[in-house]
């Protein structure tokens, strides 16, 4: 369901290999900056996949998800969330709307980008969220696949990259509430792919 892509340093040895990254502990907050697809829409309340991130890892988990909201939003938004709840993990999953509205993937780059340096002047340890990149042809046929400027920023920032989850889970019509968001069991999808891949990088136990 998911290919997990964890870079430390520039020609370390990736989490395969069996670095992992220090464990989050139960209570400690958690940051999710986001849009929809972390707000939860196409769902009811409590059956998005932060919720159930919450009760399965005991993490207090902020869910800063914004229906609508782009890379550059959420980057806009991310001082104060870093200053109000000086969190442990920052999870970032923007980037959808960007592709939605048709803007240059070098904008929503460069503003994933000044998000993750950000966090990493903070300390704060990020992990990115991959997005599927906009295709009808792919969508209508079941074959979405992650946009490769998530690989490239993961890679060329010693980022932790969960991919495939949403292009898989919005590739299964069963899974979906609409064109671009899962419905609750697509959420659970998610919660429990991502939970499994938390714990293969080591931030969950």
């Not at 490769?148 to 990259?161: F, G, H, K, R, V």
Request: glycine fraction near 8%.
């Amino acid at each position: 369901m998911k290919k997990i892509i964890c870079l430390l340093v520039i020609l370390l040895a990736s989490c395969s290999a069996g670095e992992k990254y220090p464990a989050i502990p139960k209570g400690a907050t958690v940051v999710i900056l986001g849009d929809s697809l972390s707000y939860g829409t196409g769902a009811n309340v409590g059956e998005d996949y932060p919720s159930l991130l919450a009760q399965t890892t005991g993490w207090h988990v902020v869910n800063a998800g914004v229906p609508g909201d782009t890379a550059t939003g959420g980057l806009a938004r991310l001082p104060q969330l870093l200053e109000k709840h000086a969190p442990k993990l920052l999870i970032v999953e923007l980037g959808g709307n960007d592709f939605l509205q048709r803007q240059p993937p070098s904008e929503t780059e460069a503003s994933l980008r000044a998000i993750l340096s950000l966090a990493k002047t903070q300390r704060v340890p990020t992990v990115l969220l991959a997005i599927p990149e906009l295709s009808p042809i792919r969508a209508a046929v079941g074959n979405l696949s992650d946009h490769p400027l998530y690989e490239n920023i993961a890679e060329e920032t010693a980022t932790p990259l969960v991919a495939e989850i949403f292009s898989e889970v919005l590739s299964d019509q069963a899974l979906k509430s609409d064109q671009v968001h899962p419905n609750a069991e697509g959420y659970r999808v998610v919660h429990r792919e991502m939970v499994e891949a938390f714990k293969q990088l080591g931030f969950a136990r």
